[in-house]
């Protein structure tokens, strides 16, 4: 997987690829970034990259000059690397709060793409004209305002970098697995067994691996029902076999 995050920070991406995650997948070559700044690609003489906006209001935008070319730059990359001339189609991910709501199941979708490219916008935005000629995915990270685009193109590239296989070791990836259920996440506890009087439930020290499963599922589903009763009703649509044998179960021990 290759990241290209177009912006006018870069150290600012960089900074952020060296978690523990995303800095080991890269060191074991199974994610690539390139940041690239949009304001080495101006032609103007005083490396300008915004503007006023035009029928007036708040703020600037970025131009689209410097973006179209710096996005060009990083598709002909792409296509020397991949040796194909012209007819390499490949996304190009706006981050704006008018975009779709990023998620799990997005996350996962573009984690089998080769390349991905970010648009990193500054100030007021970018220009509607660019947009149109290179965005092919506009994608939010939630409804409030940010001040540029960068921590939500990391946002995406840690959840999509934690679906790309090997890029997660054994023993992490079954979180990320308990999630893709549409669940909420069930509550986890460690050493010690007891901490200020209060104890580890005690199925979790049982061993009987099934009853684990079936006491983080209905925690799951409990806490599902309480905060993101949307993601609940969901679920119980496509599993309602659960219920049957929940109600079986129930009946039997009555
Ligand atoms: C320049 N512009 C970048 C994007 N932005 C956001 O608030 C945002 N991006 O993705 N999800 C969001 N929410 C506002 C400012």
């Known amino acids: ?44 003489r005083h490396k300008k990259v915004d503007d006023y906006p035009y029928g007036g209001g708040a703020g600037m935008l970025m131009q689209a000059q410097p973006v179209y070319d710096a996005c060009q730059a990083v598709i002909e990359g792409i296509q020397t690397r991949k040796k194909t001339a012209g007819e390499e189609k490949v996304r190009v991910i706006y981050l704006t709060p008018t975009g779709q709501v990023f998620s799990q199941q997005l996350a996962r979708e573009l984690a089998r793409e080769e390349d991905l490219i970010f648009l990193c916008g500054h100030y007021e935005g970018i220009d509607e004209r660019v947009l149109q000629r290179i965005v092919t995915d506009y994608v939010s990270i939630g409804d409030y305002v940010l001040t540029g685009g960068e921590l939500p193109a990391m946002v995406m590239m840690d959840a999509i970098a934690r679906n790309v296989p090997g890029v997660l070791g054994n023993e992490e990836s079954a979180q990320t ?78």
């Open 1 to 44: 997987m290759f990241f290209h995050v177009l912006t006018l920070f870069p150290d600012m991406i960089r900074d952020g690829f060296t978690t523990s995650i995303l800095g080991r997948a890269a060191e074991k070559g199974i994610l690539s970034l390139e940041a690239v700044n949009i304001r080495d690609y101006t032609k103007s």
């Open 177 to 254: 697995e308990s999630f893709d259920d549409g669940l909420l996440e069930y509550p986890q506890y460690t050493r010690p067994e007891i901490w200020e009087g209060e104890r580890v439930p005690e199925v979790l020290l049982s061993g009987d691996h099934a009853k684990v499963e079936e006491w983080r599922l209905e925690k799951s589903l409990a806490k599902t029902k309480e905060v993101r009763p949307e993601l609940y009703e969901s679920w119980a649509e496509s599993h309602q076999e659960y219920f049957v044998k929940k109600a079986k179960k129930e009946e039997r021990l009555r």
